[in-house]
């Protein structure tokens, strides 16, 4: 928040035989019958799925009838009480056979301690502050602290754990003033998108009476010390707020002390309801840059407002949704972008805005490597870059000469490097996939990197090992993908494998650590993460290689990844499990249509399943970028091939599925997940359980208190365990790892 642009895209943040129409057995009842590799002797509950009503709604396009039995679903939970009572009923089911599944217990134990580290934000600093957060270990919700001086003592600021009894309401983002008097602060309620804007004296830790509601999908940035600029959209209907469509994005300058109601509207195109804005200033305030968008792709309009005028009257910098165009910052009236115009894995170029007719000039050149970003730091340029979904991070000086590098020793993602020009210090984090994030200060001045803060942990990371491996996808296309397991694994018969991706939204997946899938390494299986095309490891034609006409070679890439690791002997049939949030919940349920031989058990969460009616609701338009129009013919029919609801197999057996959600969720609207659950459970598509685990204020996943995570990943897991033969044993080998930890110190 602050310096970085929020567009709405599908998180983690992550196929078809064609069916014209449902021909779905109603309501069957299936028992769950253990695969052979399963623990024949633990007795699971029989499956008894409840009665979906189905109804006699049939859509017609461009000839084609497609029916939507369930269209009912998609009302929200807290409006329709049939909807509430089908969920209560989706819930029971599922509670009862989860809590039967043996290791539950264990994994929920095992990921307590993992979860039980100290651990750090990057550190922000204003005026004489620092702002980061802590969290101790279990908290909910990390706190925010200030210290003044970098040796300071820690002082709490902002504490969300006592905001909401469940724990689920967040610190969302924080922006402090200048001269760190101040403090711009956001909170999320529920999971939701929505956000509610506070004030708060730094030296006080007072609240102001100040408070701006309805912002979702956009920056907030100080214009002085009197007031901020942000962007909303207009308050929705009673009722509509979780499931009507975002329209009417407009930027606001709102005084302090003053209400909500009084603030002065600064740019909004009521011509393009569709478009949004997000505003952010350089360093120094003379500009404001107000970026719009369409939609997902990273193709943005600029205007520029010089702040000297008093009028702040709007000037276009960039017309046409053409390229992509980051900020870096801008001293008086030369501005730093990083583009990708004419440099499909992106480049950095400079402007004069004063000048008459204002030309971008080339400053660093795009090379193989992926650029992600830029900061100017002192009068230093610090530019991340992705090789094969590691990082990189270089040193340029301002006319763009290769000045050194930052050494990160190994594989795994750097992320930070903000700061600000005249000020060589800045903050980094660095994590891979058994190392949660150290976070290192680093001067641009000496080239100086000092440790900020490490985690303890309750295992030793040198114990397992990543490896990298490139395997051909169905079109002979080269597809990385990461996989981590312990040393001494025994793979002689494959092992118990999670089999990770997304796929889509320019999003790449990079090495990252994860508590809840440590517990999984610890429990003796496998992860692997592909990076699909569709994501943005290799800049645009990754992404356009897996988008709107090209999305069939996104699945086709996690079929191939799951082919190679059986084939290499690292999983085995009837070992395999797949996994995948948002876009990758739409991976998942494809991919369980299209594979089901391929696969033992699957994850699909809070996915995009109806591909026919995805831009009907909340964010949901703004994905037609990467998925396409659904009322254009073409696009409607290339949907139509792998739309997880309309393609599942009658008569075939699938493997077992849990699907998960939230209530809450206003990103990926639950209806999708409802509809295709009561799909899969009318088919018949044998007796391997497919059920799905509802969570109620939990949104599509940011903000998720710590308890709720640890509850939902140890259901999932233990899930997938029992599908795929992994056998969760008791605390000796946590104690194991313990004890080498302690020799390794």
Known sequence: MGRSLFIAILLSSTTAAPAMAFDHHGGSNHTEKHAEHSEAEHQMPELKYPMTEKQNVVDEQFGVKVADPYRWLEDDVRVNPKVAQWVEQQNAVADSYLDSLPGRDILASRMEKLFDYERFGLPRKAGKYYFYTRNDGLQNQSVLYVREGLDGEGRELINPNGWAADGATALDGWVPSKDGKKLIYTIQDGGSDWRTIKILDVETGQDSSDEIKWMKFANVDWV???????????????????????????????????????????????????????????????????????????????????????????????????????????????????????APKLKVVSVDVSAKKPEFTDLIAERAETLTRAQIVGDKMILSYMEDAKSLAEIYDLAGKKTGEVNLNEVGTASGFSGKPGDSETFYAFSSFTQPGAIYRFDTASNETQLFAKPDLAFNPADYMTSQVFYPSKDGTKIPMFIVHKKDLDLSQGAPTLLYGYGGFNISLTPGYSATRMAWLQSGGVYAQANLRGGGEYGKAWHDGGRLLNKQNVFDDFAAAGEYLIANGISAQGKLAIEGRSNGGLLVGASLNQRPDLFAAGHAAVGVMDMLRFDRFTAGRYWVDDYGVPAKEEDFKNLLTYSPYHNIKNGVKYPAAIVSTADTDDRVVPGHSFKYIAALQAADTGDAPKIIRIESRAGHGSGKPTDKLIEEYSDIYAFLAHHTGLTIEDDAEEAKDMDNQEQGK
């Open 224 to 342: 002085d010390e009197d007031g901020f600029v942000y962007s909303r959209f207009p308050q929705p209907e009673e009722g509509a707020a979780f499931q009507s469509l975002n329209l009417n994005h407009q930027v606001y300058y709102h005084k302090l002390g003053t209400d909500q109601s009084e603030d002065r509207l600064i740019y909004a195109t009521p011509e393009k309801p569709e478009l949004n804005h997000s505003a952010e200033l350089t360093h120094d305030g003379r500009y404001m840059l107000i970026t719009s968008s369409s939609g997902t792709d990273e193709k943005y309009e600029l205007t520029i407002i010089d702040m000297q005028n008093p009028n702040w009257t709007p000037t276009k910098l960039v017309s046409g949704f053409d390229y992509e165009w980051q900020l870096i910052d801008g001293m008086g009236s030369k501005l730093y972008f990083v583009t990708n115009k004419n």
